[in-house]
């Protein structure tokens, strides 16, 4: 029972991993295409820093949200561009989010669309409150190609970026969960042990959500496939978390990136409060 279990678990990861790489290829050649024109488009006005940050962080992957981090490190987008990229972003998950369950992540993209240029409005509104010294500009070593060939993009950015440093730790997180959901549903009734208070589920999901690392946060994406948990809690996990997206602020700057985990937490909570309150 336990090889046959093993071996549907790996098929799956498998599947949804091979859905997860095309995904990422088309997602980082489009990034890399396109980049320059989104630079000249984004530091124009802080509207538009909202906008479009919000724009680039539902775009799956974690490579938007170093894109803006590197814009604001040298100053050329505020903070709350960073906050808006960051309540937007679902980092990897957001790959498997559309090979899992198209039509619920594509709706919750939407919704953290909005929510992030919401945010980034409120960001630099409490900012300006709170006189919040952020970061002066600096340089900071962001991974930027000065041109791209088809020869360099699968060398360099499919092999060496997306084959070599993400689907390894993918595979090993979407295996393990996966095998993990199903063996303690195969033992117990998980609908029976998880917390019934939806409340608490939105405080564990916006706890989790800290952790600087795509992967914990499937957890959450394979319970709601299971119908174990509410969709609101799934939001709160998919705004809190970025991903990778704060590493690269976090080796500049441990003060920015608490002030704008903090934001993020505190957001998350209060969107999840609100939809606890609505029957969501």
């Known amino acids: 029972m336990l090889q046959m279990l093993i071996s549907e678990v790996l098929q799956e990861t498998l599947k949804i991993l091979l859905i997860v790489l095309a995904l990422m290829m088309v997602t980082e050649y489009l990034e890399l295409r396109f980049k320059d024109k989104i630079r000249e488009k984004i530091t124009r006005k802080p509207s538009n820093q909202y906008v479009?940050?919000?724009?680039?962080?539902?775009?799956?992957g974690c490579v938007d949200a170093f894109f803006i981090v590197s814009l604001y490190v040298h100053g050329l987008v505020g903070f709350g561009a960073l906050a808006a990229v960051m309540v937007?972003?679902?980092?990897?998950?957001a790959f498997v989010m559309l090979a899992m369950m198209p039509r619920t992540a594509l709706l919750i993209f939407a919704i953290c669309l909005v929510l992030g240029i919401?945010?980034?409005?409120l960001a630099?509104?409490?900012a300006r409150k709170v006189k919040l010294k952020t970061c002066q500009p600096c340089e900071i070593e962001i991974h930027e190609e000065e041109r791209l060939d088809l020869k360099h993009f699968f060398r360099g950015h499919v092999y060496d970026h997306i084959i070599k440093k993400h689907m390894p730790r993918l595979f090993l997180w979407l295996f393990f969960t996966v095998l993990a959901i199903n063996l303690l549903m195969f033992r117990f009734d998980l609908g029976a042990i998880l917390p019934q208070n939806k409340l608490l589920l939105i405080f564990l999901a916006a706890l989790i959500g800290i952790i600087p690392e795509s992967g914990p946060h499937l957890i959450f994406l394979l319970l709601f496939v299971e119908g174990l948990i509410p969709f609101?809690?799934?939001?709160?996990?998919?705004?809190?978390?970025d991903g990778h997206g704060l590493l690269p602020l976090l080796s500049y700057s441990v003060k920015d990136t608490f002030y704008v985990k903090a934001f993020n937490v505190a957001f998350g909570l209060v969107v999840g409060l609100i939809l606890l309150c609505i029957g969501v």
């Open 52 to 60: 479009i940050s919000s724009f680039l962080g539902v775009v799956p």
């Open 88 to 93: 937007a972003t679902a980092g990897d998950e």
């Open 118 to 121: 919401i945010a980034g409005f």
């Open 124 to 126: 630099d509104w409490v």
């Open 232 to 241: 609101s809690v799934l939001l709160v996990s998919s705004i809190v978390q």
